[in-house]
Each structure stands twice: as structure tokens, then as C-alpha cells.
């Protein structure tokens, strides 16, 4: 579920534009804002750490995590499926709520021969996918598309046994991920990100359709604290410890919580190695 913090932002940002929110982060003195500049200043804007490290990142993201990402520790979680990813012969992927980009480049940069069709439904969001891809070098390989719908999807997974379904669609994917209407993602790969906190019962009616054709791994979001902050300055050092886990927060509940976010990696029963 959207925090203050994150609603407030989307709030100022459609007031102020986007020309003066960028200078407004660029020159805030709030901790928030502060950390992120230090942020981009140590890393140069380029992913510090990960699977992605050496990745060209943006001025700005999408739905918030600016510094997990440019620091490479963004969705932790799932780096052991990602280093699993040239196993599995995948040569297309399917990025469904592509955001900014950071995953779509990252595999492109990861797999030089890995293709992949990002969608994403906010104009600014292919913006920036498309921004990502060029600093990188990889726009020849991301098609950047709209919305995606259950046609477009069956149609994308002309050959699902080397296909990755990365979705990301903050409830939607109630309705994308049914085999039912899709045929084609009985046979593919999928890691699903789950948000019972926004769609309750998702995680089980998901569960229940895959069962038969895949393995199902459920990976639970852990807890960021100020111990993975990674810079140590005499500004961090005066802050409260509070702030600087804020900064690493990617606003997810975590599995002690009432609403545990989770994702699930779905090998196929058909193609598991």
C-alpha cells in the first residue's frame, strides 16, 4: 500500500511539475532528499552493487526506491532467481509494469542477446524505460509498450518454454496471470510480484491456477535498516538511525506484518531443467 511519504510526492509533483520537482529534489535540505544526493554522488548514477552493478541509472524513478536501485540492493529478494536466469535458456522477457526501466535494461545489459518488451501504462514510465535503454545501449532490444492486456500477452508468448513473465502490477495480476485466459503461461516462466495488501486473496487464487503446470516458490519481502546504508559521512552520522532506513525502505510490508508482501517464482513442471 502507497505510504504517505509516496502519495504526498505524487501529490506535489502534480502540482509543481516535473521541471521544479527535479530542482526541488536537487536542492531540498530535507534527509530524504539529502541522502539521495549523496547517493548520486557516490555512485556517479551508475548501480553500485548486484546483478545490475555497472547499470546507467536516471535521475528519478518511478513509485519511489530511488536509492536501493542506484545502490543495487533494490528487491534483494529475488537476486538468487536472477543469477539463475542463464540456466534456464530464457531468450525473451516479458516486463509487465516496467516502471522505469531498471529491470528491462538490467537483463538486456545482463543477457546481450536477451530480448525483452517492457510495459508500462504511464507515459512518463516509458519515458524513462526509454531514457535507461539509451544511456545503456540497449533500446535496439526493449520494445516499449502500453498496457498490457490478456490478447496482447497470449500473443507475446509465441514461444513460452523460453519466455519470463516479470509482473509487477500492484493487484492486476489477479487478472493477467490465469492461464486460463492465457493459455501460453502454463508452459513459461513467471515471478509475480503478490499484493494481497492491495488485492486480498490474490496470492491463493494465483497459487491455485498454477499449481498443476508449475513449482512454486514463494519469496517474502525482508526488513531494510539503517545497516544497509552503505555511506558513512559526518551528515549521516547526525542523523537518526530512522532516516537513514527510510532512505533503503522500498514501502513494502514485511512478512511480520498483517499483510506480508511476497513474489512468487513459478518454474514450469513442463521445462524445469
Keep these: 500500500m502507497p505510504t504517505l511519504m509516496f502519495k504526498t510526492k505524487v501529490f506535489l509533483r502534480s502540482i509543481l511539475g516535473e521541471g521544479v520537482w527535479t530542482m526541488v529534489q536537487r536542492y531540498s535540505t530535507a534527509p530524504r532528499h539529502r541522502l539521495i544526493q549523496l547517493c548520486q554522488r557516490e555512485t556517479a548514477q551508475v548501480v553500485r552493487v548486484g546483478p545490475f552493478a555497472g547499470m546507467n541509472y536516471i535521475h528519478d524513478t518511478m513509485s519511489g526506491g530511488y536509492v536501493p536501485k542506484v545502490l543495487g540492493i533494490y528487491e534483494r529478494e529475488l537476486h538468487p532467481v536472477i543469477a539463475r536466469l542463464s540456466e534456464l535458456g530464457v531468450k525473451q522477457v516479458l516486463n509487465i509494469g516496467a516502471a522505469d526501466g531498471y529491470y528491462a535494461v ?9 530480448r525483452v518488451k517492457a510495459y508500462e501504462t504511464e507515459p512518463r514510465g516509458r519515458e524513462y524505460v526509454r531514457a535507461m535503454a539509451e544511456r545503456n545501449g540497449v533500446l535496439s532490444r526493449v520494445e516499449i509498450l502500453g498496457t498490457c492486456d490478456l490478447p496482447g500477452l497470449q500473443a507475446a508468448l509465441d514461444e513460452p518454454r523460453t519466455s519470463l513473465v ?15 485466459n492465457v493459455p501460453a503461461l502454463r508452459e513459461a516462466w513467471v515471478l509475480v510480484e ?80
Excluded at 537483463?107 to 536477451?114: A, I, K, N, V, Y
Excluded at 491463493?204 to 545497516?227: G, M
Design 194 to 273: 503478490i499484493h494481497d495488501n492491495k488485492n486480498p486473496g490474490v496470492s491463493d487464487r494465483i497459487r491455485s491456477r498454477f499449481e498443476k503446470t508449475h513449482t512454486i516458490e514463494t519469496i517474502w519481502q525482508t526488513k531494510r535498516t539503517a545497516a544497509d546504508f552503505p555511506f558513512t559521512t559526518p551528515y549521516t552520522q547526525s542523523l537518526a538511525p530512522e532516516h537513514l532506513a527510510a532512505a533503503v525502505d522500498e514501502g513494502r510490508p514485511v512478512r511480520d506484518g498483517s499483510t506480508p508482501m511476497s513474489w512468487f517464482w513459478m518454474t514450469p513442471k513442463a521445462v524445469s531443467p
Design 166 to 180: 516479470l509482473c509487477d502490477v500492484e493487484g492486476y495480476e489477479d487478472v493477467l496471470m490465469d492461464p486460463g
Design 106 to 114: 538490467g537483463l538486456c545489459r545482463m543477457f546481450p542477446t536477451l
